[in-house]
């Protein structure tokens, strides 16, 4: 890649993470620490870079960019078209890719996702994989279970998890399907004082 080149991709990179920041500005997660939400796409975007992921250590900017931004659309007053207008119809249709059916109740967005997992994109599925291992990884993580939350949902989540990535299948990106294979045989989380295991019973195959 030529200098140049490398400097219009970082460029473009931290103009995407900056709209991303803007966009998630007012948000919050929903654990103890109230963390800035803008954190997890930037992490979803991280994980798809680093180490261990199949694409590291140069994924294409393109994959980078719907990852900061792939719950732009579904969680704030942004849309596809700004998207779009903004960083093209590539990325546009990655995040929409990634995006629930705000039309569809709870339940059949979940199963939605499951369905339509083995259908997705190239590009879209190291999206979802990065973004699942994401947000597992912080409900796994010390204070990280949403206010609320009962131990039952915790584990249904991590059962719903596995369902969507196991649909998304290996091929994508063995290195993330690693590292969420070791997440769901290994991971544990915090509950009324207790340690709990995330996926009870299930050992890795």
């Known amino acids: 890649m030529s200098s140049s080149s ?5 460029l473009l990179l ?10 998630h500005a007012k948000q919050v997660r929903k654990n103890h620490a109230r963390t800035p939400y803008i954190n997890h796409p930037l992490d979803v975007a991280r994980r798809i870079a680093a180490p261990g992921s199949t694409l590291s250590p140069s994924p294409p900017v393109h994959i980078l960019q719907a990852a900061m931004l792939h719950d732009v659309v579904e969680d704030t007053e942004y849309t596809a078209d700004d998207i779009e207008a903004r960083f093209g119809k590539r990325v546009r249709d990655i995040v929409m890719e990634c995006s629930d059916d705000p039309s569809l109740n709870k339940a059949a967005r979940k199963q939605a ?15 979802k994989l990065a973004d699942k291992l994401s947000n597992l990884t912080d409900l796994s993580s010390p204070g990280g279970v949403p ?19 196991d649909a998304i299948g290996k091929d994508a990106n063995p290195g993330l399907s690693e ?6 045989t290994k991971a544990t989380f915090e509950f009324g ?5 995330a996926l009870p019973g299930y050992e890795e195959k």
């Not at 490398?6 to 970082?10: A, K």
């Not at 931290?14 to 966009?23: G, K, Q, V």
């Not at 004082?193 to 295991?197: A, Q, R, V």
Request: charge should be negative; glycine fraction near 4%; avoid cysteine.
């Open 193 to 197: 004082g207790k340690t709990w295991k």
């Open 179 to 184: 590292q969420l294979e070791e997440l769901y």
């Open 147 to 165: 206010i609320g939350w009962t131990r039952e949902r915790v584990e249904e989540y991590f059962q719903w998890g596995k369902r969507v990535t």
């Open 113 to 127: 996702q499951i369905d339509h997992a083995p259908h997705k994109s190239w590009d879209a599925k190291h999206v």
């Open 6 to 10: 490398s400097s219009s991709d970082t």
């Open 14 to 23: 931290l103009e995407t993470a900056h709209f991303a920041a803007i966009a």
